[in-house]
Nanobody
Framework: QVQLVESGGGLVQPGGSLRLSCVASGLVFSLWDMAWYRQAPGKQRELVANSPTGDSPNYADSVKGRFTISRDNAENTVYLQMNSLKSDDSAVYYC??????????????WGQGTQVTVSS
């Protein structure tokens, strides 16, 4: 069974940093596109960053230059390093695994989310 478990969220002051982690199990990690999404109250869930299996990472304009997505295929883990955090970054952050670029029927899976609150 596919399972994604996020960790690393918490309370941080504006300008601070956090590093989120997502550990995947139940899949061949290197074959799956991994991504981070976030959702703030009253807003749509938005893509923050993704790490395709065979290409360079992509970032939302709002986080470009501040956030870095990386993955360790040997450890089945994807990270999101968040620097220079702003209040607008406050949201629940979700890890996503999407296998459809390899096999259309694999679908995608979501973690439970981890809360990030940026406040002074």
């Amino acid at each position: 069974q596919v399972q994604l478990v996020e960790s690393g969220g918490g309370l941080v002051q504006p300008g601070g940093s956090l590093r989120l982690s997502c550990v995947a199990s139940g899949l061949v990690f290197s074959l799956w596109d991994m991504a981070w999404y976030r959702q703030a109250p009253g807003k749509q869930r938005e893509l923050v960053a993704n790490s395709p299996t065979g290409d360079s990472p992509n970032y939302a304009d709002s986080v470009k230059g501040r956030f870095t997505i990386s993955r360790d295929n040997a450890e089945n883990t994807v990270y999101l390093q968040m620097n220079s955090l702003k209040s607008d970054d406050s949201a629940v952050y979700y890890c996503n695994a999407d296998g459809r670029s390899k096999v259309a029927t694999w679908g995608d899976f979501w973690g439970q989310g981890t809360q990030v609150t940026v406040s002074s």
